[in-house]
RNA sequence: GGUACUCUGGCAGAACGGUUAUGCGUGAGCCUGCAAAGCUUAUACAAGGGGGUUCGACUCCCUCGGGUACCUCCA
């Protein structure tokens, strides 16, 4: 598998001859999770499953940011701790992405449980004399590090002449930035410079060190976190091991609202709950993989009504193999491998999770063409699916189960209305109709038979 | 201003130096008691502008231009 590396603007091959090791900058947690957060997360999402899939094991590593200025800022106006305030969006987020069908992570690390091991790697950077305190705090050295800028192509002395001006005098330079913060205000934790509480950049590298190792195979996170967030990441990391940090730099384009960017500022923040309360996950996830990851993607009505209408197209696929059992059916198994092989493909190519819908949808549509001409049979469709199921999986996206009871239920009814219609009563026939799509079950008339399919109830269709 | 990304048919959106996918939409038809869903078929002579390399470029190079992001916190 290749991977389009940011730092070498290169692809780069994935070593998947042992286990993967990823680490994903999470969120900081002092608000609702918007749908920008949603596409990064559901991309790694799909990507560990996938490689998953293949049977790799995966470490996979995402932090949660739980101090922060945003977040006391925070606390402040809603007169709480900063605790309580990380605490209440850390259980937001997992309300949010369980809803969407996102996989836990190996291990989701809080900076706040990690002070010891922050401490620890900026004592280690001032014994190499790359970082230095003040009565501010700790800072980095920026000019120690002469490869300072290779990730987000920048130059230093052009960011030094862009460089706003800085309060804080006691720095060297101006781009050098805080490691630790000298702080009497809560939460502050002891530490050898004195009370305080650390820099943003630290967490990510003392973290990603501790669970991951020294060099691990894919750092990923939003575009915007190239600069200045990853760039210092890699600053304080190989400054402190001296060798190579991570081995490919995986970013995921923006989610934009009117080709802008979503901002506080602008207002245009879509929140996770708000998404998933109109359109349920699975339209949500298959807009999130429709274009490739790397590149912006803008959100509108239009797009997600456009999914909407390929997840019903999925639905109807898998109720017609759920009840396929037409005589004389016709055999697709060397389609569908062809067409497999050309999903694994898309994803190994740089993840290209357009071309492996594109891929899925063939399938899809093949179904539903033969239900259509009634050539679906029991004995032919296993492999399609159990290959529909294993792609459903890796992209993330569900089907309820139902019980025994309600497919007795709604066998039923659609055996009074199949009388009905005989005796050609269609309002009776009409109203059985009408009480199933109340329960979201939708009939399809074939032929020689009426089958039935629960629809996901999406409250923006219509 | 610097850096990065980007500019493909009505919309979305990929791949490839030589047939440009796929989906949505739209038209017609099939199926149906009527629907819905689904299917079939038709439909776009599309690549920001201008140069160049080439037998041939959407794909490579140059140049001009538009857009977005980052350069402060940001997925």
Redesign the pocket.
Known sequence: MKIQD?LT?SEQEVDISKKVKIYL????VYDES????A??IIVFDVLRKYLEDKGIEIEFIQNF?DV???IINRANEENKTAGEISTKYIENYFEDFDGLNVKRATNYPKATEHIEDIIKFIEKLIEKGIAYPTKNGVYFSVSKFPDYGKL????ID??QS???IEVDEEKKDPLD?ALWKLSDKEPVWDSPWGKGRPG?HIECSAMSIKYLGENFDIHG?????????HENEIAQSESCTGSQFAKIWMH?????ID?????KSIGNVKSIKHVIENWGPNIIRLFCL???Y?????YSE??L??NL??W??VE?CHY?LFHANNENSENIDEFVAKICTEFDR?LD??F?T??AL?AF??I??EV??L???EKLGNENTKTVKKELKRMREILGLTIPEITENVKDEINKLIIQ?EQS?KE?Q??E??KI?DKLNEMNI??????GKTIW?IKEKIKAEK
Do not use: Y
């Open positions: 940011t603007k900058c999470g969120v900081t918007h749908i920008g957060h596409r990064t940011t922060d200025d945003k987000s192509k920048k130059k052009e960011l862009g460089a706003r930035f943003w996170g939003g575009r915007d976190l190239i600069f200045p967030h995921v384009g923006m989610v934009t080709g802008e960017k979503m901002s429709s274009g490739h790397s590149k912006p993607i803008d239009e797009l009504k456009e209408i390929k019903r197209q109807t017609e898309a190519n740089d290209n357009h071309m594109s949808f063939q899809v549509k539903n063409r239900a259509a001409e209305r219609r050609k269609f309002e026939a009409d109709r939708e009939l399809i008339d074939h032929k399919m």
